[in-house]
């Protein structure tokens, strides 16, 4: 194994934790919403929450992808570029979400 692989999969362990982290605060803020409990802080939490809990989980998933869709002993530039501008696109794209479209109340 390289050390770019090696890299790819620290990176890959280190998002799991993130995600699972992030996945956590983000559901318990939820369901303290749910029930309204500490309903200003679990606001807040939830509304931080989803996106660094979107992005960790993408970049867990792409770096399991490029880890099972290369071989270690070529270089991959290509699909590189291609997976960090998805990660890119979509984290815009959650800002943007997140920015201009208004929150529905019932």
């Known amino acids: 194994m390289n050390t770019h692989s090696s890299t790819i999969t620290n990176i890959k362990k280190v998002a799991l934790v993130f995600f699972i982290i992030t996945g956590l605060l983000h559901l318990g ?11 200003k802080a679990a606001f807040i939490t939830n509304k931080t ?12 998933a792409l770096a399991s ?5 290369t071989n270690p002993e070529h270089d991959h530039k290509t699909l590189d570029i291609i997976l ?13 979400i997140n920015l201009f479209l208004p929150d529905l109340q019932a």
């Open 84 to 96: 960090i501008c998805a990660i890119i696109v979509i984290l815009l794209g959650l800002i943007g």
């Open 65 to 69: 992808l490029r880890l099972n869709l």
């Open 49 to 60: 929450m989803d996106i660094p809990f979107a992005i960790t989980g993408l970049i867990y």
């Open 29 to 39: 803020s939820s369901m303290f919403l749910a029930n309204d409990l500490f309903v």
